[in-house]
């Protein structure tokens, strides 16, 4: 049994990369995805690049920690497909981000309640 993605390809020519228990905000990665959706591979890569580099902003906000997560996802899509024979050029981009698990840190009585939650990333690139 395999991993259940949100986005279901049409074609058989696609590539996939998972990132499961990313340290970034879900708000900001859901936010980034929504953008990057539908996007060619290129464009989003540098629109990756220009939230990294703050030239550009999404919101008024670059989502810098959201973006570099994102981008090593997208880089390590591209690597599958390049593996798999698909044309770089043709790929486009889908993205989605939820919610993962959220667990504990141990601290000292006073602070005993905060929480550490993480993001789980899917990215599929469908060659059209």
Request: a positive charge.
């Amino acid at each position: 049994m395999g991993l259940k993605y949100a986005y279901q390809p049409k074609t058989e020519k696609f590539a996939k990369a998972y990132g499961r228990a990313l340290r970034i905000s879900t708000k900001g990665s859901v936010i980034v995805c929504k953008v990057l959706s539908g996007m060619n591979l290129q464009k989003g890569k540098r629109l990756l690049n220009n939230l990294l580099i703050e030239k550009e902003s999404l919101d008024g906000k670059f989502y810098s920690n959201a973006s570099s997560e994102i981008l090593d996802l997208l880089k390590s899509a591209e690597s599958n497909a390049e593996f798999k024979g698909l044309d770089t050029e043709k790929l486009i981009i889908k993205a989605s981000a939820h919610m993962g698990f959220a667990f504990w840190r141990p601290r000292r009585f006073k602070m005993r309640r905060q929480k550490r939650k993480v993001t789980n990333v899917q990215i599929v690139l469908e060659q059209r």
